[in-house]
């Protein structure tokens, strides 16, 4: 018998898109689409099971293996190293992680740098690198108020199209990395899954390269 | 009085089955102290799973540390007799953070060390008792091998810096074929060995398929002697062994200390891996020692998770 693939989706419009990936690469499930207050849907036929947990979950899902494949933001496996494997840059959800801060802003050398964030990890090791001195204020959310308030000097955040910075006077200073959704596997799962895992990255290749 | 077996959980009896393994081919217990002096960790911090030890002051001012590790014990206990091999195995608690908890935890590991100068048939046991270790926990298991000499040799003459090439032996680990391509193709390493590197990614197989598809991709490079020692090894497993053996270019144990073949270890219904070992030799080295070394470490508490999908019987 064929063992189902359990995929973790990020919840919200990056999963949206990465389901229709799925889809169109023939691993559709038609339950899904159909709303409820189910949480997990499955297609036995299609040989997968899908099931939608918040974006920053998902590396832990598939590193404890409740998941055998899963979709996350590139930042998220930076920010959290998850014990994975990275197997296809899906193409989507395309931005980066930068540092930001006031149009003005002029880093003074002399004094610690104050970085808000939700990535503590990723600045840490961003700074650590360029042996700089900082402070690392960790937010869970509107990191932009942090400079305009003078919480922080910088921030170090996710950046797609950069309008919520320009309406708020603040710039790109620097950047991290590029960021973008990947399709990440449980190692076990892929040991004792690899023809149904292999398929299914082939498939996803294809359909993003007619995209 | 003779003691019933049913009074054993699964883990004590995995712990005994494994026991009795290694000292059926030749190995004898070590039997370690608690705790170590600490200098000999911070030595060799990089090659702890975890930075963080618990230390404290003996009775004399020394600080010592609870031990995170078992090799670095052995291998300083074969230091007086240099030349002979030895075949060690222990059944020892460690103690290490969790990477979940951050909070230090007591992990049962099993293992075993063959330290000495090695032949490939020496080389070829301990890879044997490695699948043999996994087989006695569960008959659905598999041993990825590789082994370090291919990469070190296709990556060192490509004049990458040590720090790219520390990425790049990650983006490998990670199975992560873009990230491959893009860091070579940063570090201004030859299309023909980005390339390489990234068709290797994709061999996974049998002893024998894996070394029909390498033998055409490598025997004309700088690992064609890498991969002549790993056939070596290899081809004196025994039919058991080698039924799970799998040739993985993405099994890279830190290879500042591991040299020769090197192996990971799954077992179905558990997420990571249970087993991991290798060569290394150039801990040794690091360690002012001439010999070679061998071995491998089972995480016994991994296996508390298989009572949960029924097949625990060790």
């Known amino acids: ?211 | 009085m003779t003691v019933d077996e049913r009074i054993l959980t699964p883990e004590e009896k995995a712990a005994f089955t494994l026991r009795a393994l290694y000292a059926a081919n030749g190995y004898r217990q070590y039997k370690m102290s608690k705790f170590e002096e600490y200098d000999l960790y911070v030595r060799n911090k990089d090659f702890l799973i975890s930075d963080n030890v618990i230390t404290f002051t003996d009775t004399n001012g020394k600080l010592m540390a609870l031990k995170p590790d078992v090799t670095l014990s052995i291998i300083r206990s074969t230091a007086n007799a240099p030349g002979e091999t030895h075949r060690i195995y222990y059944s020892e608690n460690v103690y290490r953070v969790s990477k979940g908890t951050h909070r230090f935890q007591e992990i049962p590991q099993t293992g075993l060390e063959c330290i000495g100068p090695l032949s490939a048939a020496d080389l070829a046991q301990v890879t044997g008792l490695a699948a043999k270790s996994l087989l006695a926990l569960s008959p659905s298991a598999v041993l990825n091998v590789s082994h370090l000499g291919i990469l070190r040799s296709l990556l060192d003459p490509a004049g990458a810096d040590p720090e790219t090439a520390q990425r790049i032996t990650r983006a490998i680990g990670e199975k992560n074929p873009h990230e491959l391509a893009a860091l070579c193709a940063a570090a201004g390493i030859s299309e023909e060995t980005a390339g390489l590197l990234g068709r290797l990614l994709g061999v996974y197989g049998d002893v024998e398929s894996a070394m029909r598809q390498l033998i055409p991709l490598l025997g004309t490079t700088p690992a064609a002697p890498a991969l002549e020692a790993l056939c070596a090894i290899l081809s004196q497993l025994d039919g058991e062994s080698e039924k799970i053996v799998r040739f993985d270019f993405s099994v890279v144990n830190d290879p500042r200390y591991y040299n020769g073949v090197v192996f990971k270890g799954y077992i179905e219904g558990l997420p990571g891996s249970v087993l991991s070992g290798g060569q290394y030799d150039r801990l040794m080295r690091r360690m002012r020692r001439p010999d070679g070394a061998v071995g491998f470490a089972v995480y016994m508490d991994q296996l508390e998770r298989l009572r949960d999908g029924g097949n625990a019987d060790a």
């Open chain 1, 1 to 211: 018998m064929r063992k189902t693939l359990n995929i973790a989706l990020p919840k919200g419009r990056l999963g949206e898109k990465v389901y229709k990936m799925f889809e169109a690469a023939g691993y559709e499930c038609p339950a899904l689409r159909e709303g409820g207050r189910r949480l997990i849907f499955e297609n036995p036929e299609k040989g997968v099971s899908y099931f939608w947990v918040k974006p920053s979950d998902v590396a832990i899902y598939v590193e404890r293996g409740a998941a055998d494949l899963g979709v996350a933001g590139k930042d998220i496996l930076l920010e959290y190293e998850p014990d994975v494997y990275e197997l296809m840059d899906l193409g989507t959800g395309i931005c980066r992680m930068a540092i930001a801060g006031k149009r003005d802003f002029v880093d003074d050398p002399t004094r610690t740098l104050r970085v808000a964030t939700k990535f503590s990890n990723i600045t840490a090791r961003y700074y650590a690198e360029q042996g700089r001195d900082i402070d690392i204020i960790h937010l869970n959310g509107s990191i932009e108020l942090a400079p305009i308030l003078g919480l922080s000097d910088v921030i170090a955040d996710i950046v797609e199209t950069g309008t919520t910075l320009k309406e708020n006077d603040l710039t790109v200073l620097e950047t991290i990395a590029p960021i973008s959704a990947r399709l990440i596997a449980n190692r076990s799962a892929w040991q004792f899954s690899r023809d149904a895992v292999t398929a299914l990255v082939e498939a996803m290749q294809k359909t993003k390269e007619k995209d």
